[in-house]
């Protein structure tokens, strides 16, 4: 490192050492003060948002810039790969067990999916599911998947008015949690 460098960045040092040291001096000893630095925080929110916003148009010039030719040439591959389907098809007597043909630059097959399932036109999943559960036990035990998770809404609700107390949610392994926050809301 040159010493041209060192200076530099010694100096950089310095003047971040100086603004850290700036705010630390910081005193809030009356509501004036507390009014000054919501004023400042303001000012500051302000500076956080057009930094984001910059950062933001940045961002988008660059995903415009590289995504729409790479989105060209994933349609062109697409297309590509129509072409050569549509061909195979025609052609599929001449491939070995009409699934597979080893050309010099790679191979073409078919190979069998695995099942899928997809409700009928006019079907939802919960006509199948009603539809199961009048079959009877065996078939929903088979078929229907029941998920158990806790409820904290319903607890909460129970304990802010007062039906079950803290004594209940230790003996089931919770505890409330009871604070206040503090928010800082600077006028526009």
Same mark, same amino acid.
């Given at each position: 490192?040159? +010493? ?6 010694? @100096?950089?040092?310095? @003047? *971040?050492?100086?603004?850290?040291? /700036? ?5 809030? @000893? ?12 303001? =000012?500051?929110? %302000? ?12 961002? &988008? ?8 030719? !790479?989105?060209? *040439? ?7 790969? #129509?072409?050569?389907?549509? *061909? ?24 069998? &999916?695995?099942?899928?399932? !997809? ?10 599911? /009603?539809?199961?559960?009048? &079959? #009877?036990?065996?078939?929903?035990? !088979?078929?229907?998947? $029941? /998920? $158990? =998770? &806790?409820?904290?809404?319903?607890? /909460?609700?129970?304990? +802010? ?8 949610? !230790? ?5 409330? %949690?009871? #604070?206040? #926050?503090? @928010? ?5």
């Amino acid at each position: 490192m040159t +010493t041209n460098n060192i200076s530099i960045k010694k @100096n950089k040092q310095e @003047n *971040f050492m100086q603004k850290v040291n /700036k705010h630390s001096g910081v005193q809030v @000893n009356s509501w004036n003060d507390v009014n000054y630095q919501i004023a400042e925080l303001r =000012e500051k929110e %302000v500076q956080i948002l057009a930094m984001q916003r910059a950062y933001d148009d940045e961002v &988008l010039a660059l995903q415009k810039k590289y995504m729409d030719p !790479k989105q060209q *040439f994933k349609d062109e591959a697409e297309f590509i790969k #129509g072409r050569i389907k549509d *061909f195979c098809d025609a052609h599929r007597e001449e491939m070995e067990d009409s699934k597979k043909k080893e050309l010099a630059n790679g191979e073409v097959s078919y190979r069998k &999916l695995p099942p899928k399932l !997809k409700c009928l036109e006019n079907h939802s999943e919960d006509s199948v599911i /009603k539809k199961i559960i009048k &079959l #009877g036990k065996s078939y929903i035990q !088979k078929f229907i998947r $029941t /998920k $158990t =998770e &806790l409820d904290i809404n319903s607890l /909460k609700k129970e304990f +802010t008015e007062r039906r079950i107390d803290e004594k209940f949610l !230790k003996k089931l392994g919770l505890e409330p %949690v009871i #604070g206040e #926050g503090f @928010n800082i809301k600077p006028n526009p």
